[in-house]
């Protein structure tokens, strides 16, 4: 079941190949999530208990205890779908314990999951959860041949395996020059947002540059660099007036590079 392949090609007509992960792996990440969930219910409890008691009025004690209980009832509800959608969203797919299993949620067209998928997908957990200890979920993984549940179904997503990028033994010229420069992807600061509007067109445009840097002459590397800084910057929210396009690009590449150039 581990070993189920599915071919995508994204809008770009690039194709890509994933390794879709399992129920064993999904169930592991899940239940690692509900650990962790766990004690951040508990701590809700336990504060909400302690508010409880500390009314110096009983009289008063009665009548906030429902209201305290519903707000308890609220929060814990927030605090474990919340979990699953913001994380999902903003940190490319993987919760803690799909980080950790190393699994990711994505698009069936091989983009990042977005805003919208990542609501519905997790919204539609009250149903895959029926009729109780996410029964009908397990079984949808389990039979489906994409190892959908329901909530992926009316997303449009899929759970594969994190793809790795490939290890070289020695540095490329640009990862030399990269390295030479002192650079790093905490040099520049791109909102989150801005991120997820790059696309694989996008980044074969960054790759292409970086590829043709160190071979092209200094004027023809300048005018190169302003054209493509005059495309991406842009939809990254980055000023062209600022200086140093050069190192800002290939900053971008080290970014973008970590998304979209691995295998499996």
């Not at 990711?104 to 998928?117: A, C, D």
């Not at 992926?152 to 490329?172: F, M, N, P, Q």
């Amino acid at each position: 079941m581990n070993e189920d392949r599915i071919d995508i090609k994204t809008p770009e007509y690039v194709s890509l190949q994933f390794q879709v992960a399992g129920l064993g792996s999904r169930t592991a990440a899940f239940i690692i999530d509900q650990l962790i969930l766990m004690a951040f219910n508990i701590a809700v409890i336990v504060i909400f208990i302690v508010i409880a008691n500390g009314q110096p009025d009983l009289l008063f004690f009665l009548d906030m205890n429902s209201y305290l209980l519903a707000i308890g009832i609220i929060a814990i509800f927030l605090i474990n779908w919340g979990y699953f959608f913001v994380f999902e969203y903003f940190s490319g797919g993987r919760t803690i314990g799909k980080r950790l299993m190393g699994i990711r949620v994505i698009q069936e067209n091989g983009h990042s999951i977005t805003l919208l998928s990542s609501f519905i997908r997790n919204l539609l957990r009250i149903i895959d959860s029926l009729p109780t200890s996410y029964f009908l979920g397990i079984m949808m993984i389990f039979f489906h041949s994409k190892h959908k549940r329901i909530g992926d179904l009316v997303a449009g997503t899929i759970v594969i395996h994190e793809r790795k990028t490939k290890r070289k033994r020695k540095l490329s010229p640009i990862e030399k020059e990269i390295q030479t420069r002192g650079l790093s992807i905490n040099d520049l600061m791109i909102e989150e947002w801005s991120l997820k509007s790059m696309n694989m067109k996008d980044w074969k445009l960054v790759q292409t540059y970086s590829n043709r840097f160190l071979q092209l002459p200094q004027k023809e590397r300048e005018a190169m660099t302003k054209q493509i800084a005059e495309i991406l910057f842009p939809k990254l929210g980055l000023d062209l007036d600022d200086g140093d396009l050069e190192n800002k690009l290939l900053i971008i590449y080290l970014i973008l590079k970590e998304e979209w150039e691995y295998e499996l």
